[in-house]
Structure formats: C-alpha cells, structure tokens
C-alpha cells in the first residue's frame, strides 16, 4: 500500500484491493482445504471450519485494509484537500473506508492541527487560504455528507480569517472574478440553483419531517441550537462574519472604486455582478448599488444632453429677416466651454464616502466647471454640482519643440501640474505646492512621472522647467495610460478600517452621553445599551463585547475614560 497508494490521488484503489483480496483468499481457502483433508471428519453437528474460517479471515483482512488505509489518508488529508477536485477518487475510497471503522475522531485530532500548521500562519497570503478553505469545503462534504467533519475540522479556518483584515475585500473579489486564483466563488454566483441567504435560516421548515435525522454525536452545538451548518460555500464564508451588511458594504466600496476608475459609463460586468448578488442577499440589501449604477446612466445620458446643447450654441448665430423692425436683442449666450468635460455624477447618500483631499485646478479647468454646472442647473431646475476635483483622468496632447506626446491619459493632478509649465517654463517645488494647494511631498512624487516621460527636468535648487529637445530614445512618442508607481494602489474610497473608525466615533457619542447621565457602567451595561439605541443600524451586529472593550481601552490609554474594577466612568473636568 506504501508503495503504490502512498502519494497518489487521482485513482481509485479500491477494485485493486479487491482483486488482490480475492487472490489471497483463494490461496487461503486452498490451505484450509488441504487442512480439511488431512482432519478427518469433523464431529457431528459442528460447523465447517474451513468456510467460517474463511469468512473471518475475509472479514478481517477487509478491516485491516481499511484501517490501514485510512491512516495512511489521514497523514495526506492537507494534501488532498488541497489538491481538490483532482484527488476525488482519493476522497471517495477514504469514505468507503472510514465508513467500516470508526477513526472519525482520529481524523479530525490530526486534520486541524494540519490546518494550523501548514495554512494558519502570517506567511500564507489572505487569498490562499480562502481557497484552500473553499477546497476543504468540498472535499469534506463528499466525505461527510453529515457536515460534521467540515464543522469540527475547519472551525480554525473560519476563526483565523476573522483575525485577517483584507478577508472580506478577498472574498468579495473572488465573488466579482477580480481576483486571477480563485475562479470557483465567481463560479459559484453564477450557479443556476443558488442558495438565498434570506432563506437559509427557513430551509429546514419546509423539508419533509420524515427526512429528519439527528446530528451524530460528535457534532458541534452551536448557541442558536443543534442545526447543522450549510454546505453551501458562499453562505459559509458569509457566515465567517454572521452579518451580510459588512460584505454588502465591501461590495459597494469594490463596484465605486471600478465605476470611478473606469470612467466610460459600461456598466454591463458590474449589473450582472448585482443581479447575481440579488439572487444571493435579497433586492433590498442590493439598492444601493443599484441606484449606483442608475448613476451611471443617468450620467452619461447628461453628459450627451450638455455636449449637444454646447455644440448648438457653437453653430448658432444672428438672424435678421428682410425689412423687419429691430427689436431687442435676446440675452447672450453662455460661450462654449474652453476645453470638452464630461462628469460622472453620483448621489453622495447611496456611494460610499470619497476620499476628500485639496487640489487648486488651473482658471482654463474652473471655467470649464463652472460652464457645465450652468448648463447642470439648468437642465436640473433646484439641483447643483459639488466637484471632486482630485477623482478622474484627463487626456491631452504634449507639444514640445521637436516632437509631440498625443493621447496621454492621466490624473488631474499630474494635468494640473503640467497645465502651469504652459504659463511659465520653470517652476519651484514650493510655487508648485502653493499654487495647487497640495502639499511638497505629493507634487514631488507626482512630478516623478513627467520626468519619467521627458517632459520635465529638475535642476539645481528644486527648479523644474520643460525639457524641449530630447535624445532620439526620448523622441519617441509616446501613448495610451501614463500612470505613477504610487497611483496604481491608490484608491478613491475610503477603506472598511476608516469607515469602521468613524462609525466607532459615533458610539463614542453614545456612550459619553450614557456615562454623563449614570455616572459609572460595566463593559456588559454599555454593550447592551448601546444595541437598545443603536438597533436600526448594521453596525451594532457587527460589533461584539470584545471589539467594544478595545475601543474603550483606547479610550482609557488615550485618558478619555477612567476604569476601576471593570467600571468605566468619565474623567472629571478640571
């Protein structure tokens, strides 16, 4: 069995065993005959000792295949599981086996701590270990249709991803396909039976009660009773957390920051992904991404609306009809904007909150929205535009003196920094700062590129200037996206940390008003009074007593609160 099972997981070998059984046993039955006719004949009313003899050596060598088998599988389940669905057959002959003997607990003593070992450590990446963790899930699922082993033997899985920062933004782009290793969760929303999470907790009422079978005795009982966990992996991987709002809030975080960066108004991928995602966690905890992307439509359908009101204003002139009486003349017409500007507009209430950094754009771009947020109001009657002027992309053309950069599409900053080289040809990184209201270090790493490109050169004292006349090498011209290394990890949404600080910030609110009406409250009092007045938002489901006693130990260190046997009280003022 070493020598030919050892390693070896895309074969069964269980009709070899048989084969090779069947050969033994016929040398055995020759030996007990042989035995038989050397005896004599047996007592009258004894058995056939030859046959039962034989039976119990049938029996007994098909226990010990399968007892040795199965150790041998146990020592190799990591691997199995890992190398899932390829090693199937090894996973089908280890539930043969392990139906016959009874090494269930064995396998799970040797199984977690394999997980431990070789996945739970700071040197497996976050991805990693969701796909083994999704592996796992259907290899002990054909093993234990039970569901008992995948409970017991995955309970560290599920404990150490809550520990990782990034698993939810994981799963979430395996969900959405963004993410190149993992293709089954992508496969997995895309099934065409898949399983509501709205549902789940309603599944078992409507099975037939006469289907109904216990747990086994080794299974774990959770707090909300006996029920066995779901088979079904994306519900598992929600059920990490026990809220669905914090992977919704993910999703919308990843769908703003594509529709942001993307900027052309193709929604098709991301309206499948939110349809999809409605069949999984229900139309209304998917609104918000839905009025996202009507956003988007609606945008471009703006956008057309303006461009063909300015080019009627382009084309339109004076008309005067033979021998009509002058009349006053109408109002003037708002000049066509100095440069083509096109905007996404979204509803701030129903996006995830925008980074908010400062950027002074050049007078020519200003103009350009100051003209567009005219024709918005007009188009729009009691609405108006508030810019962001550090979110979107800008493509221009670059003449120099002896060649031309077409078609370079890149950030506004780096558009606004390059659009003040057109006023004068040498500027100070401090002029620079000041003028776009950004600080020393982020121009200087923005000016990065256009030296990168030619464009610029620093010379001595921090000065800039253009770089008219280039080498044959930098002649070359150049085209398509121009992006620095620290813009490509840039992102424009603020990230689960922060939003999650600021949600903290208002529980701070709460609990100072608690402590300066009662005084003094235990950890246990806050919580649950917090869950009394905040219970109509996601947040509070979100956050258990350990995650409340941290805040509130930050607070003490940071001399906010004071603490005396587990009683927290406000500091006296002075």
Known sequence: MERHCRGEYERSFLLDFQEWLELVLGWLARVFSSTEGGSGTPPPGAAPAPGSMLQQWRRHMHQFFCRVYVNMRIEELFSIIRDFPESKPAIEDLKFCLERTNQRQQL?????????????????????????????????????????????????????????????????AGLTGDTEGCIDLANELSRADPVTLEMQDSEDEGSDPEDWLPDPTDAVKDKTGSKRCSSDIISLLVSI?????????????????????????NT?????????????????????????????????????????????????????????????????LPPPPPLALSAMIFSSEFWPQLKEEK????????????????RYEKLKAMRTLSWKPHLGSVTLDVELEDRVLTNLTVSPIHAAIILHFQDKSTWSLEELSAKLGVSKETVHRKLALWQQHGVLREAAGGQYSVLETGSSRERLERSGLLLDSDEEGDSNTTTQSEQREEKLQLFWAYIQAMLTNLESMTLERIHTMLRMFVATGPVVTEMDVNELEAFLQRKVREQQLLVSVGVYRLPKAN
């Open 359 to 374: 950027l002074e754009l050049p007078p020519l771009v200003s103009q350009a929205m100051e003209a567009y947020t005219h």
């Open 268 to 332: 098709a991928r991301e309206i499948r992904n939110v349809e999809l995602l409605k069949l999984r966690f229900g139309e209304s905890h998917m609104h918000y991404c839905e009025v996202m992307l009507k956003d988007v439509a609606d945008s471009r359908r703006i956008n057309t609306n303006i461009r063909e009101e300015e080019s009627r204003v382009a084309g339109a002139g004076p008309v005067v009809q033979e021998g009509a009486e002058p009349t006053t003349p109408p109002p003037p």
């Open 108 to 172: 799970l003593a040797s199984l977690k701590p394999a997980f431990e070992s070789r996945l739970l450590h700071p040197g497996v990446h976050t991805s990693d270990i969701i796909t083994v963790y999704i592996s796992a899930i259907k290899a002990l699922r054909d093993l234990d249709p039970s569901m008992v082993i995948l409970q017991v033997a995955c309970q560290p899985i599920r404990k150490y991803l809550r520990t990782r920062e990034d698993t939810v933004r994981q799963i979430v």
């Open 241 to 265: 957390y026990g809220s669905k709002e914090i992977f919704i809030d993910e999703y919308r975080t990843v769908l703003a920051r594509r529709l942001l960066h993307q900027l052309n108004y």
